[in-house]
């Protein structure tokens, strides 16, 4: 009789088990079935157990956070990989391209930690800009003296005015050493020319590719969504804001000379590159065969021009507005990191107890002066 009430009470426990795996929830005391969310019995008011699904519901694993700062550094750090690529390319053809992926680069290697890239990279984007930028200021400049053709020039007018000045062959120009022309300044217009035009492919290059604009950076359309204000400005800021005359090229026209680096001789008795003797006393002097009453000026010796004292024989001088730096002047209220405090939280994230819509709880909002590039173009 034991044996079968305790094989009647273990059918009993596997039954409420097995409702009990099924979602339902039967009361031990009486065995009948409660209704769903109630705790004790209805008909006894025995405590119930709880029901299979919220135990399960508590013990289910929570889904992990993706880490939104690992995900934009993970997108720059391709971007960075392939402006790099890109500007190596179009460096010796299209300077002017390429110094707009060497300047979009170094924008973006901001938003990733400083151990993300190998010292290499950084290295070979600043050296890359500097080639890119001497490529479009710098350049060739004629030699006056033997107007380009790296000649020596033999005055024939001693023998016959009318034979002028003729290039000897074989005989190199002791100005220009033969090369017809020296290493200096290009023109200022062609230079800035040449780097409005290259931004202008830049940014087509880039809109073709669907990229977008965070100042004057270019990035993928989901790295902008991703961005904060914070990671914005750092990308805003990084990319340089040009100075409004020079457009990077850091030099204006010399006013002296009128860009052309050469000005009158000033040397006292020199007319147009020659210097004529007076005759002494009121006879006939004698002279050598080799000996003339017109020799060349001595300072300008025979050209009737020299070199202009300003801007040294350049054509051009260090722009006066951004002191030759070719950036823009630094915005003053931000102080160039293009961030100022919420002007509608007032800094402190939250407007009425919730994020505040400004600055979405950030505490920090683009400079209304400068845009958030952290520099104002004159």
């Known amino acids: 009789m034991t044996s079968r009430v305790l094989w009647m009470a273990a059918l009993a426990v596997a039954a409420v088990f097995t409702v009990w795996a099924q979602g339902l929830v039967i009361c031990r005391g009486c065995g009948r079935e409660a209704k769903p969310g109630a705790t004790a019995c209805a008909h006894c008011s025995a405590p119930l157990p709880k029901p299979r699904d919220s135990e399960e519901a508590v013990k289910a694993p929570v889904a992990p956070v993706p880490d939104a700062g690992a995900e934009v550094s993970r997108l720059a750090t391709s971007v960075v990989e392939d402006c790099v690529r890109q500007a190596r390319e179009l460096e010796a053809k299209q300077p002017g391209v390429a110094l707009c992926y060497y300047q979009n680069a170094l924008a973006l290697m901001r938003l990733a930690p400083a151990d993300r890239y190998p010292a290499s990279v950084g290295a070979a984007i600043l050296s890359g ?8 200021v710098r350049g060739q400049v004629t030699c006056r003296k033997c107007n380009g053709s790296g000649r020596f020039q033999l005055d024939m007018g001693k023998v016959d005015k009318a034979l002028g000045i003729k290039s000897v062959d074989g005989v190199a120009c002791p100005a220009c050493k033969g090369a017809g022309s020296f290493a200096g300044f290009r023109e200022v217009d062609k230079s800035k020319m040449a780097i409005l035009q290259g931004r202008q492919e830049f940014e087509r290059r880039q809109m073709v590719k669907g990229d977008v604009k965070v100042g004057r950076a270019y990035v993928p359309a989901a790295l902008e969504k991703a961005l904060t204000n914070r990671q914005r400005a750092l990308v805003m800021t990084g990319m340089p804001l040009p100075c409004g005359d020079c457009q990077f090229a850091a030099r204006q026209k010399c006013s002296s000379c009128k860009s052309t680096g050469w000005m009158k001789c000033t040397y006292s008795g020199c007319d147009e590159g020659f210097i004529k003797e007076a005759r ?31 801007c040294k024989g350049q054509g051009n001088i260090a722009c006066k507005t951004c002191d030759g730096s070719g950036l823009a002047a630094r915005c003053k209220r931000c102080t160039g990191t293009g961030l100022t405090a919420c002007s509608k939280c007032k800094g402190t994230g939250q407007v009425k ?5 400004e600055c979405k709880g950030e505490n920090m909002m683009m400079c209304p002066s400068c845009r958030g590039e952290g520099a104002l173009a004159r």
């Open 280 to 310: 002494q006393g009121a006879g006939r002097v004698s002279k050598r065969l080799n000996e003339e009453l017109i020799k060349k000026c001595p300072r300008c010796e025979g050209l009737a021009e020299i070199p202009c004292e300003v």
């Open 353 to 357: 107890e919730k994020p505040c819509p």
């Open 129 to 136: 800009n500097e080639r890119a930028m001497a490529a479009l």
